[in-house]
């Protein structure tokens, strides 16, 4: 008779744990958080129900972990300063397969008060004093928040409520706003 080892179960239990994450950012992204169900977000992962409240301890919960793993600050702040404006529009605009956008989970999250506390609780700790620290100076809480309205403003007319300009490549001279925009925050 085989046996299992427990590195074995190990990458089991990651697969199976970073499945349900991943379905659930899927489900709460289409659904929002009200009407996100565990029956819905298992039955794409293609796992028991049990295994929400073992790995993550309830709906609640998953939709935290769910969220959090959505918002990746590296994906601002690993880019150098001097070409900034060119490579996160770059990053927003080209780099869209396979990531799912926190942007309509936050939105998911507005019904819902306890929801919409931890989606406002990591907003401020994964986006905005990562922001902060990687502008640094006196004004870093400002050029944070500006950068949050400009790429809000974008992903919103991107993905949830989508305009035509949006829609494929973005349009040459909204590109080059858009790199100037974020330039200036940095700059500034």
Known sequence: M???NSDT?????????????HAAQQ????KGFAEAGIRDITARAGVNQSLVSRYFGGKLKLFEAALEA??????????PKEDFGKRIVARFADERAGRISPLPIMFGAA?????????AHLLRDRVFEPLKTWFDGETAAVKAARFMIVSLGFFAYRDQLPLAE????????LRQWLETEFQAIVDE
């Not at 179960?9 to 994450?21: G, N, P, S, V, Y």
């Open 2 to 4: 085989a046996t299992i």
């Open 70 to 79: 959505a918002l990746d600050p590296r994906l601002m702040t690993d880019l």
């Open 9 to 21: 179960r190990t990458r089991d239990a990651d697969r199976t744990r970073q499945a349900i994450l």
């Open 27 to 30: 489900i709460f992204a289409e």
């Open 166 to 173: 949006f829609a494929g490549a973005v349009d040459p001279g």
């Open 111 to 119: 019904s819902d008060s306890e929801a919409r506390a931890i989606a």
